[in-house]
């Protein structure tokens, strides 16, 4: 667990850390378990999720699909050192983010993408 001062305030004791997720769906899912496991009323939780910012919408849905009975989810995000998330398209890391972002959530929730960006991808 983290020392108190690199938590910024919160005690080590609040804190559940997650060492074992590859991927954004174990990740959720594994917060799930550790809330439960740690005895929290799982429906009646106000959750953030912190992500940087082009993965922000996929994380959210993951939460919204596997706490489908929380009270309240909102998403902070934070910038990549690489680019701003108005600038993105200006470097070749952004631009292979974003769209490696857009197909994976083409990919897991394809019912979330407008009909008008599936028709400039040709989907």
Not at 33 to 45: G, H, M
Not at 81 to 96: M, P, R
């Amino acid at each position: 667990f983290p020392s108190h001062d690199t938590a910024k305030g919160i005690p080590p004791a609040d804190l559940l850390v997650d060492a074992a997720s590859l991927n954004t769906y174990e990740n959720i899912s594994n917060a799930l378990d550790l809330l439960r496991s740690s005895a929290y009323n799982t429906d009646d939780i106000t959750l953030n999720i912190i992500s940087i910012h082009f993965h922000a919408r996929r994380a959210l849905l993951t939460t919204e699909q596997l706490f489908s009975n929380a009270k309240q989810m909102n998403a902070v995000t934070y910038p990549s050192i690489h680019y701003q998330a108005s600038d993105w398209y200006e470097s070749e890391t952004g631009i292979n983010n974003v769209f490696s972002e857009l197909n994976k959530l083409i990919e897991y929730f394809p019912e979330k993408i407008p009909a008008a960006i599936l028709d400039l991808l040709h989907l």
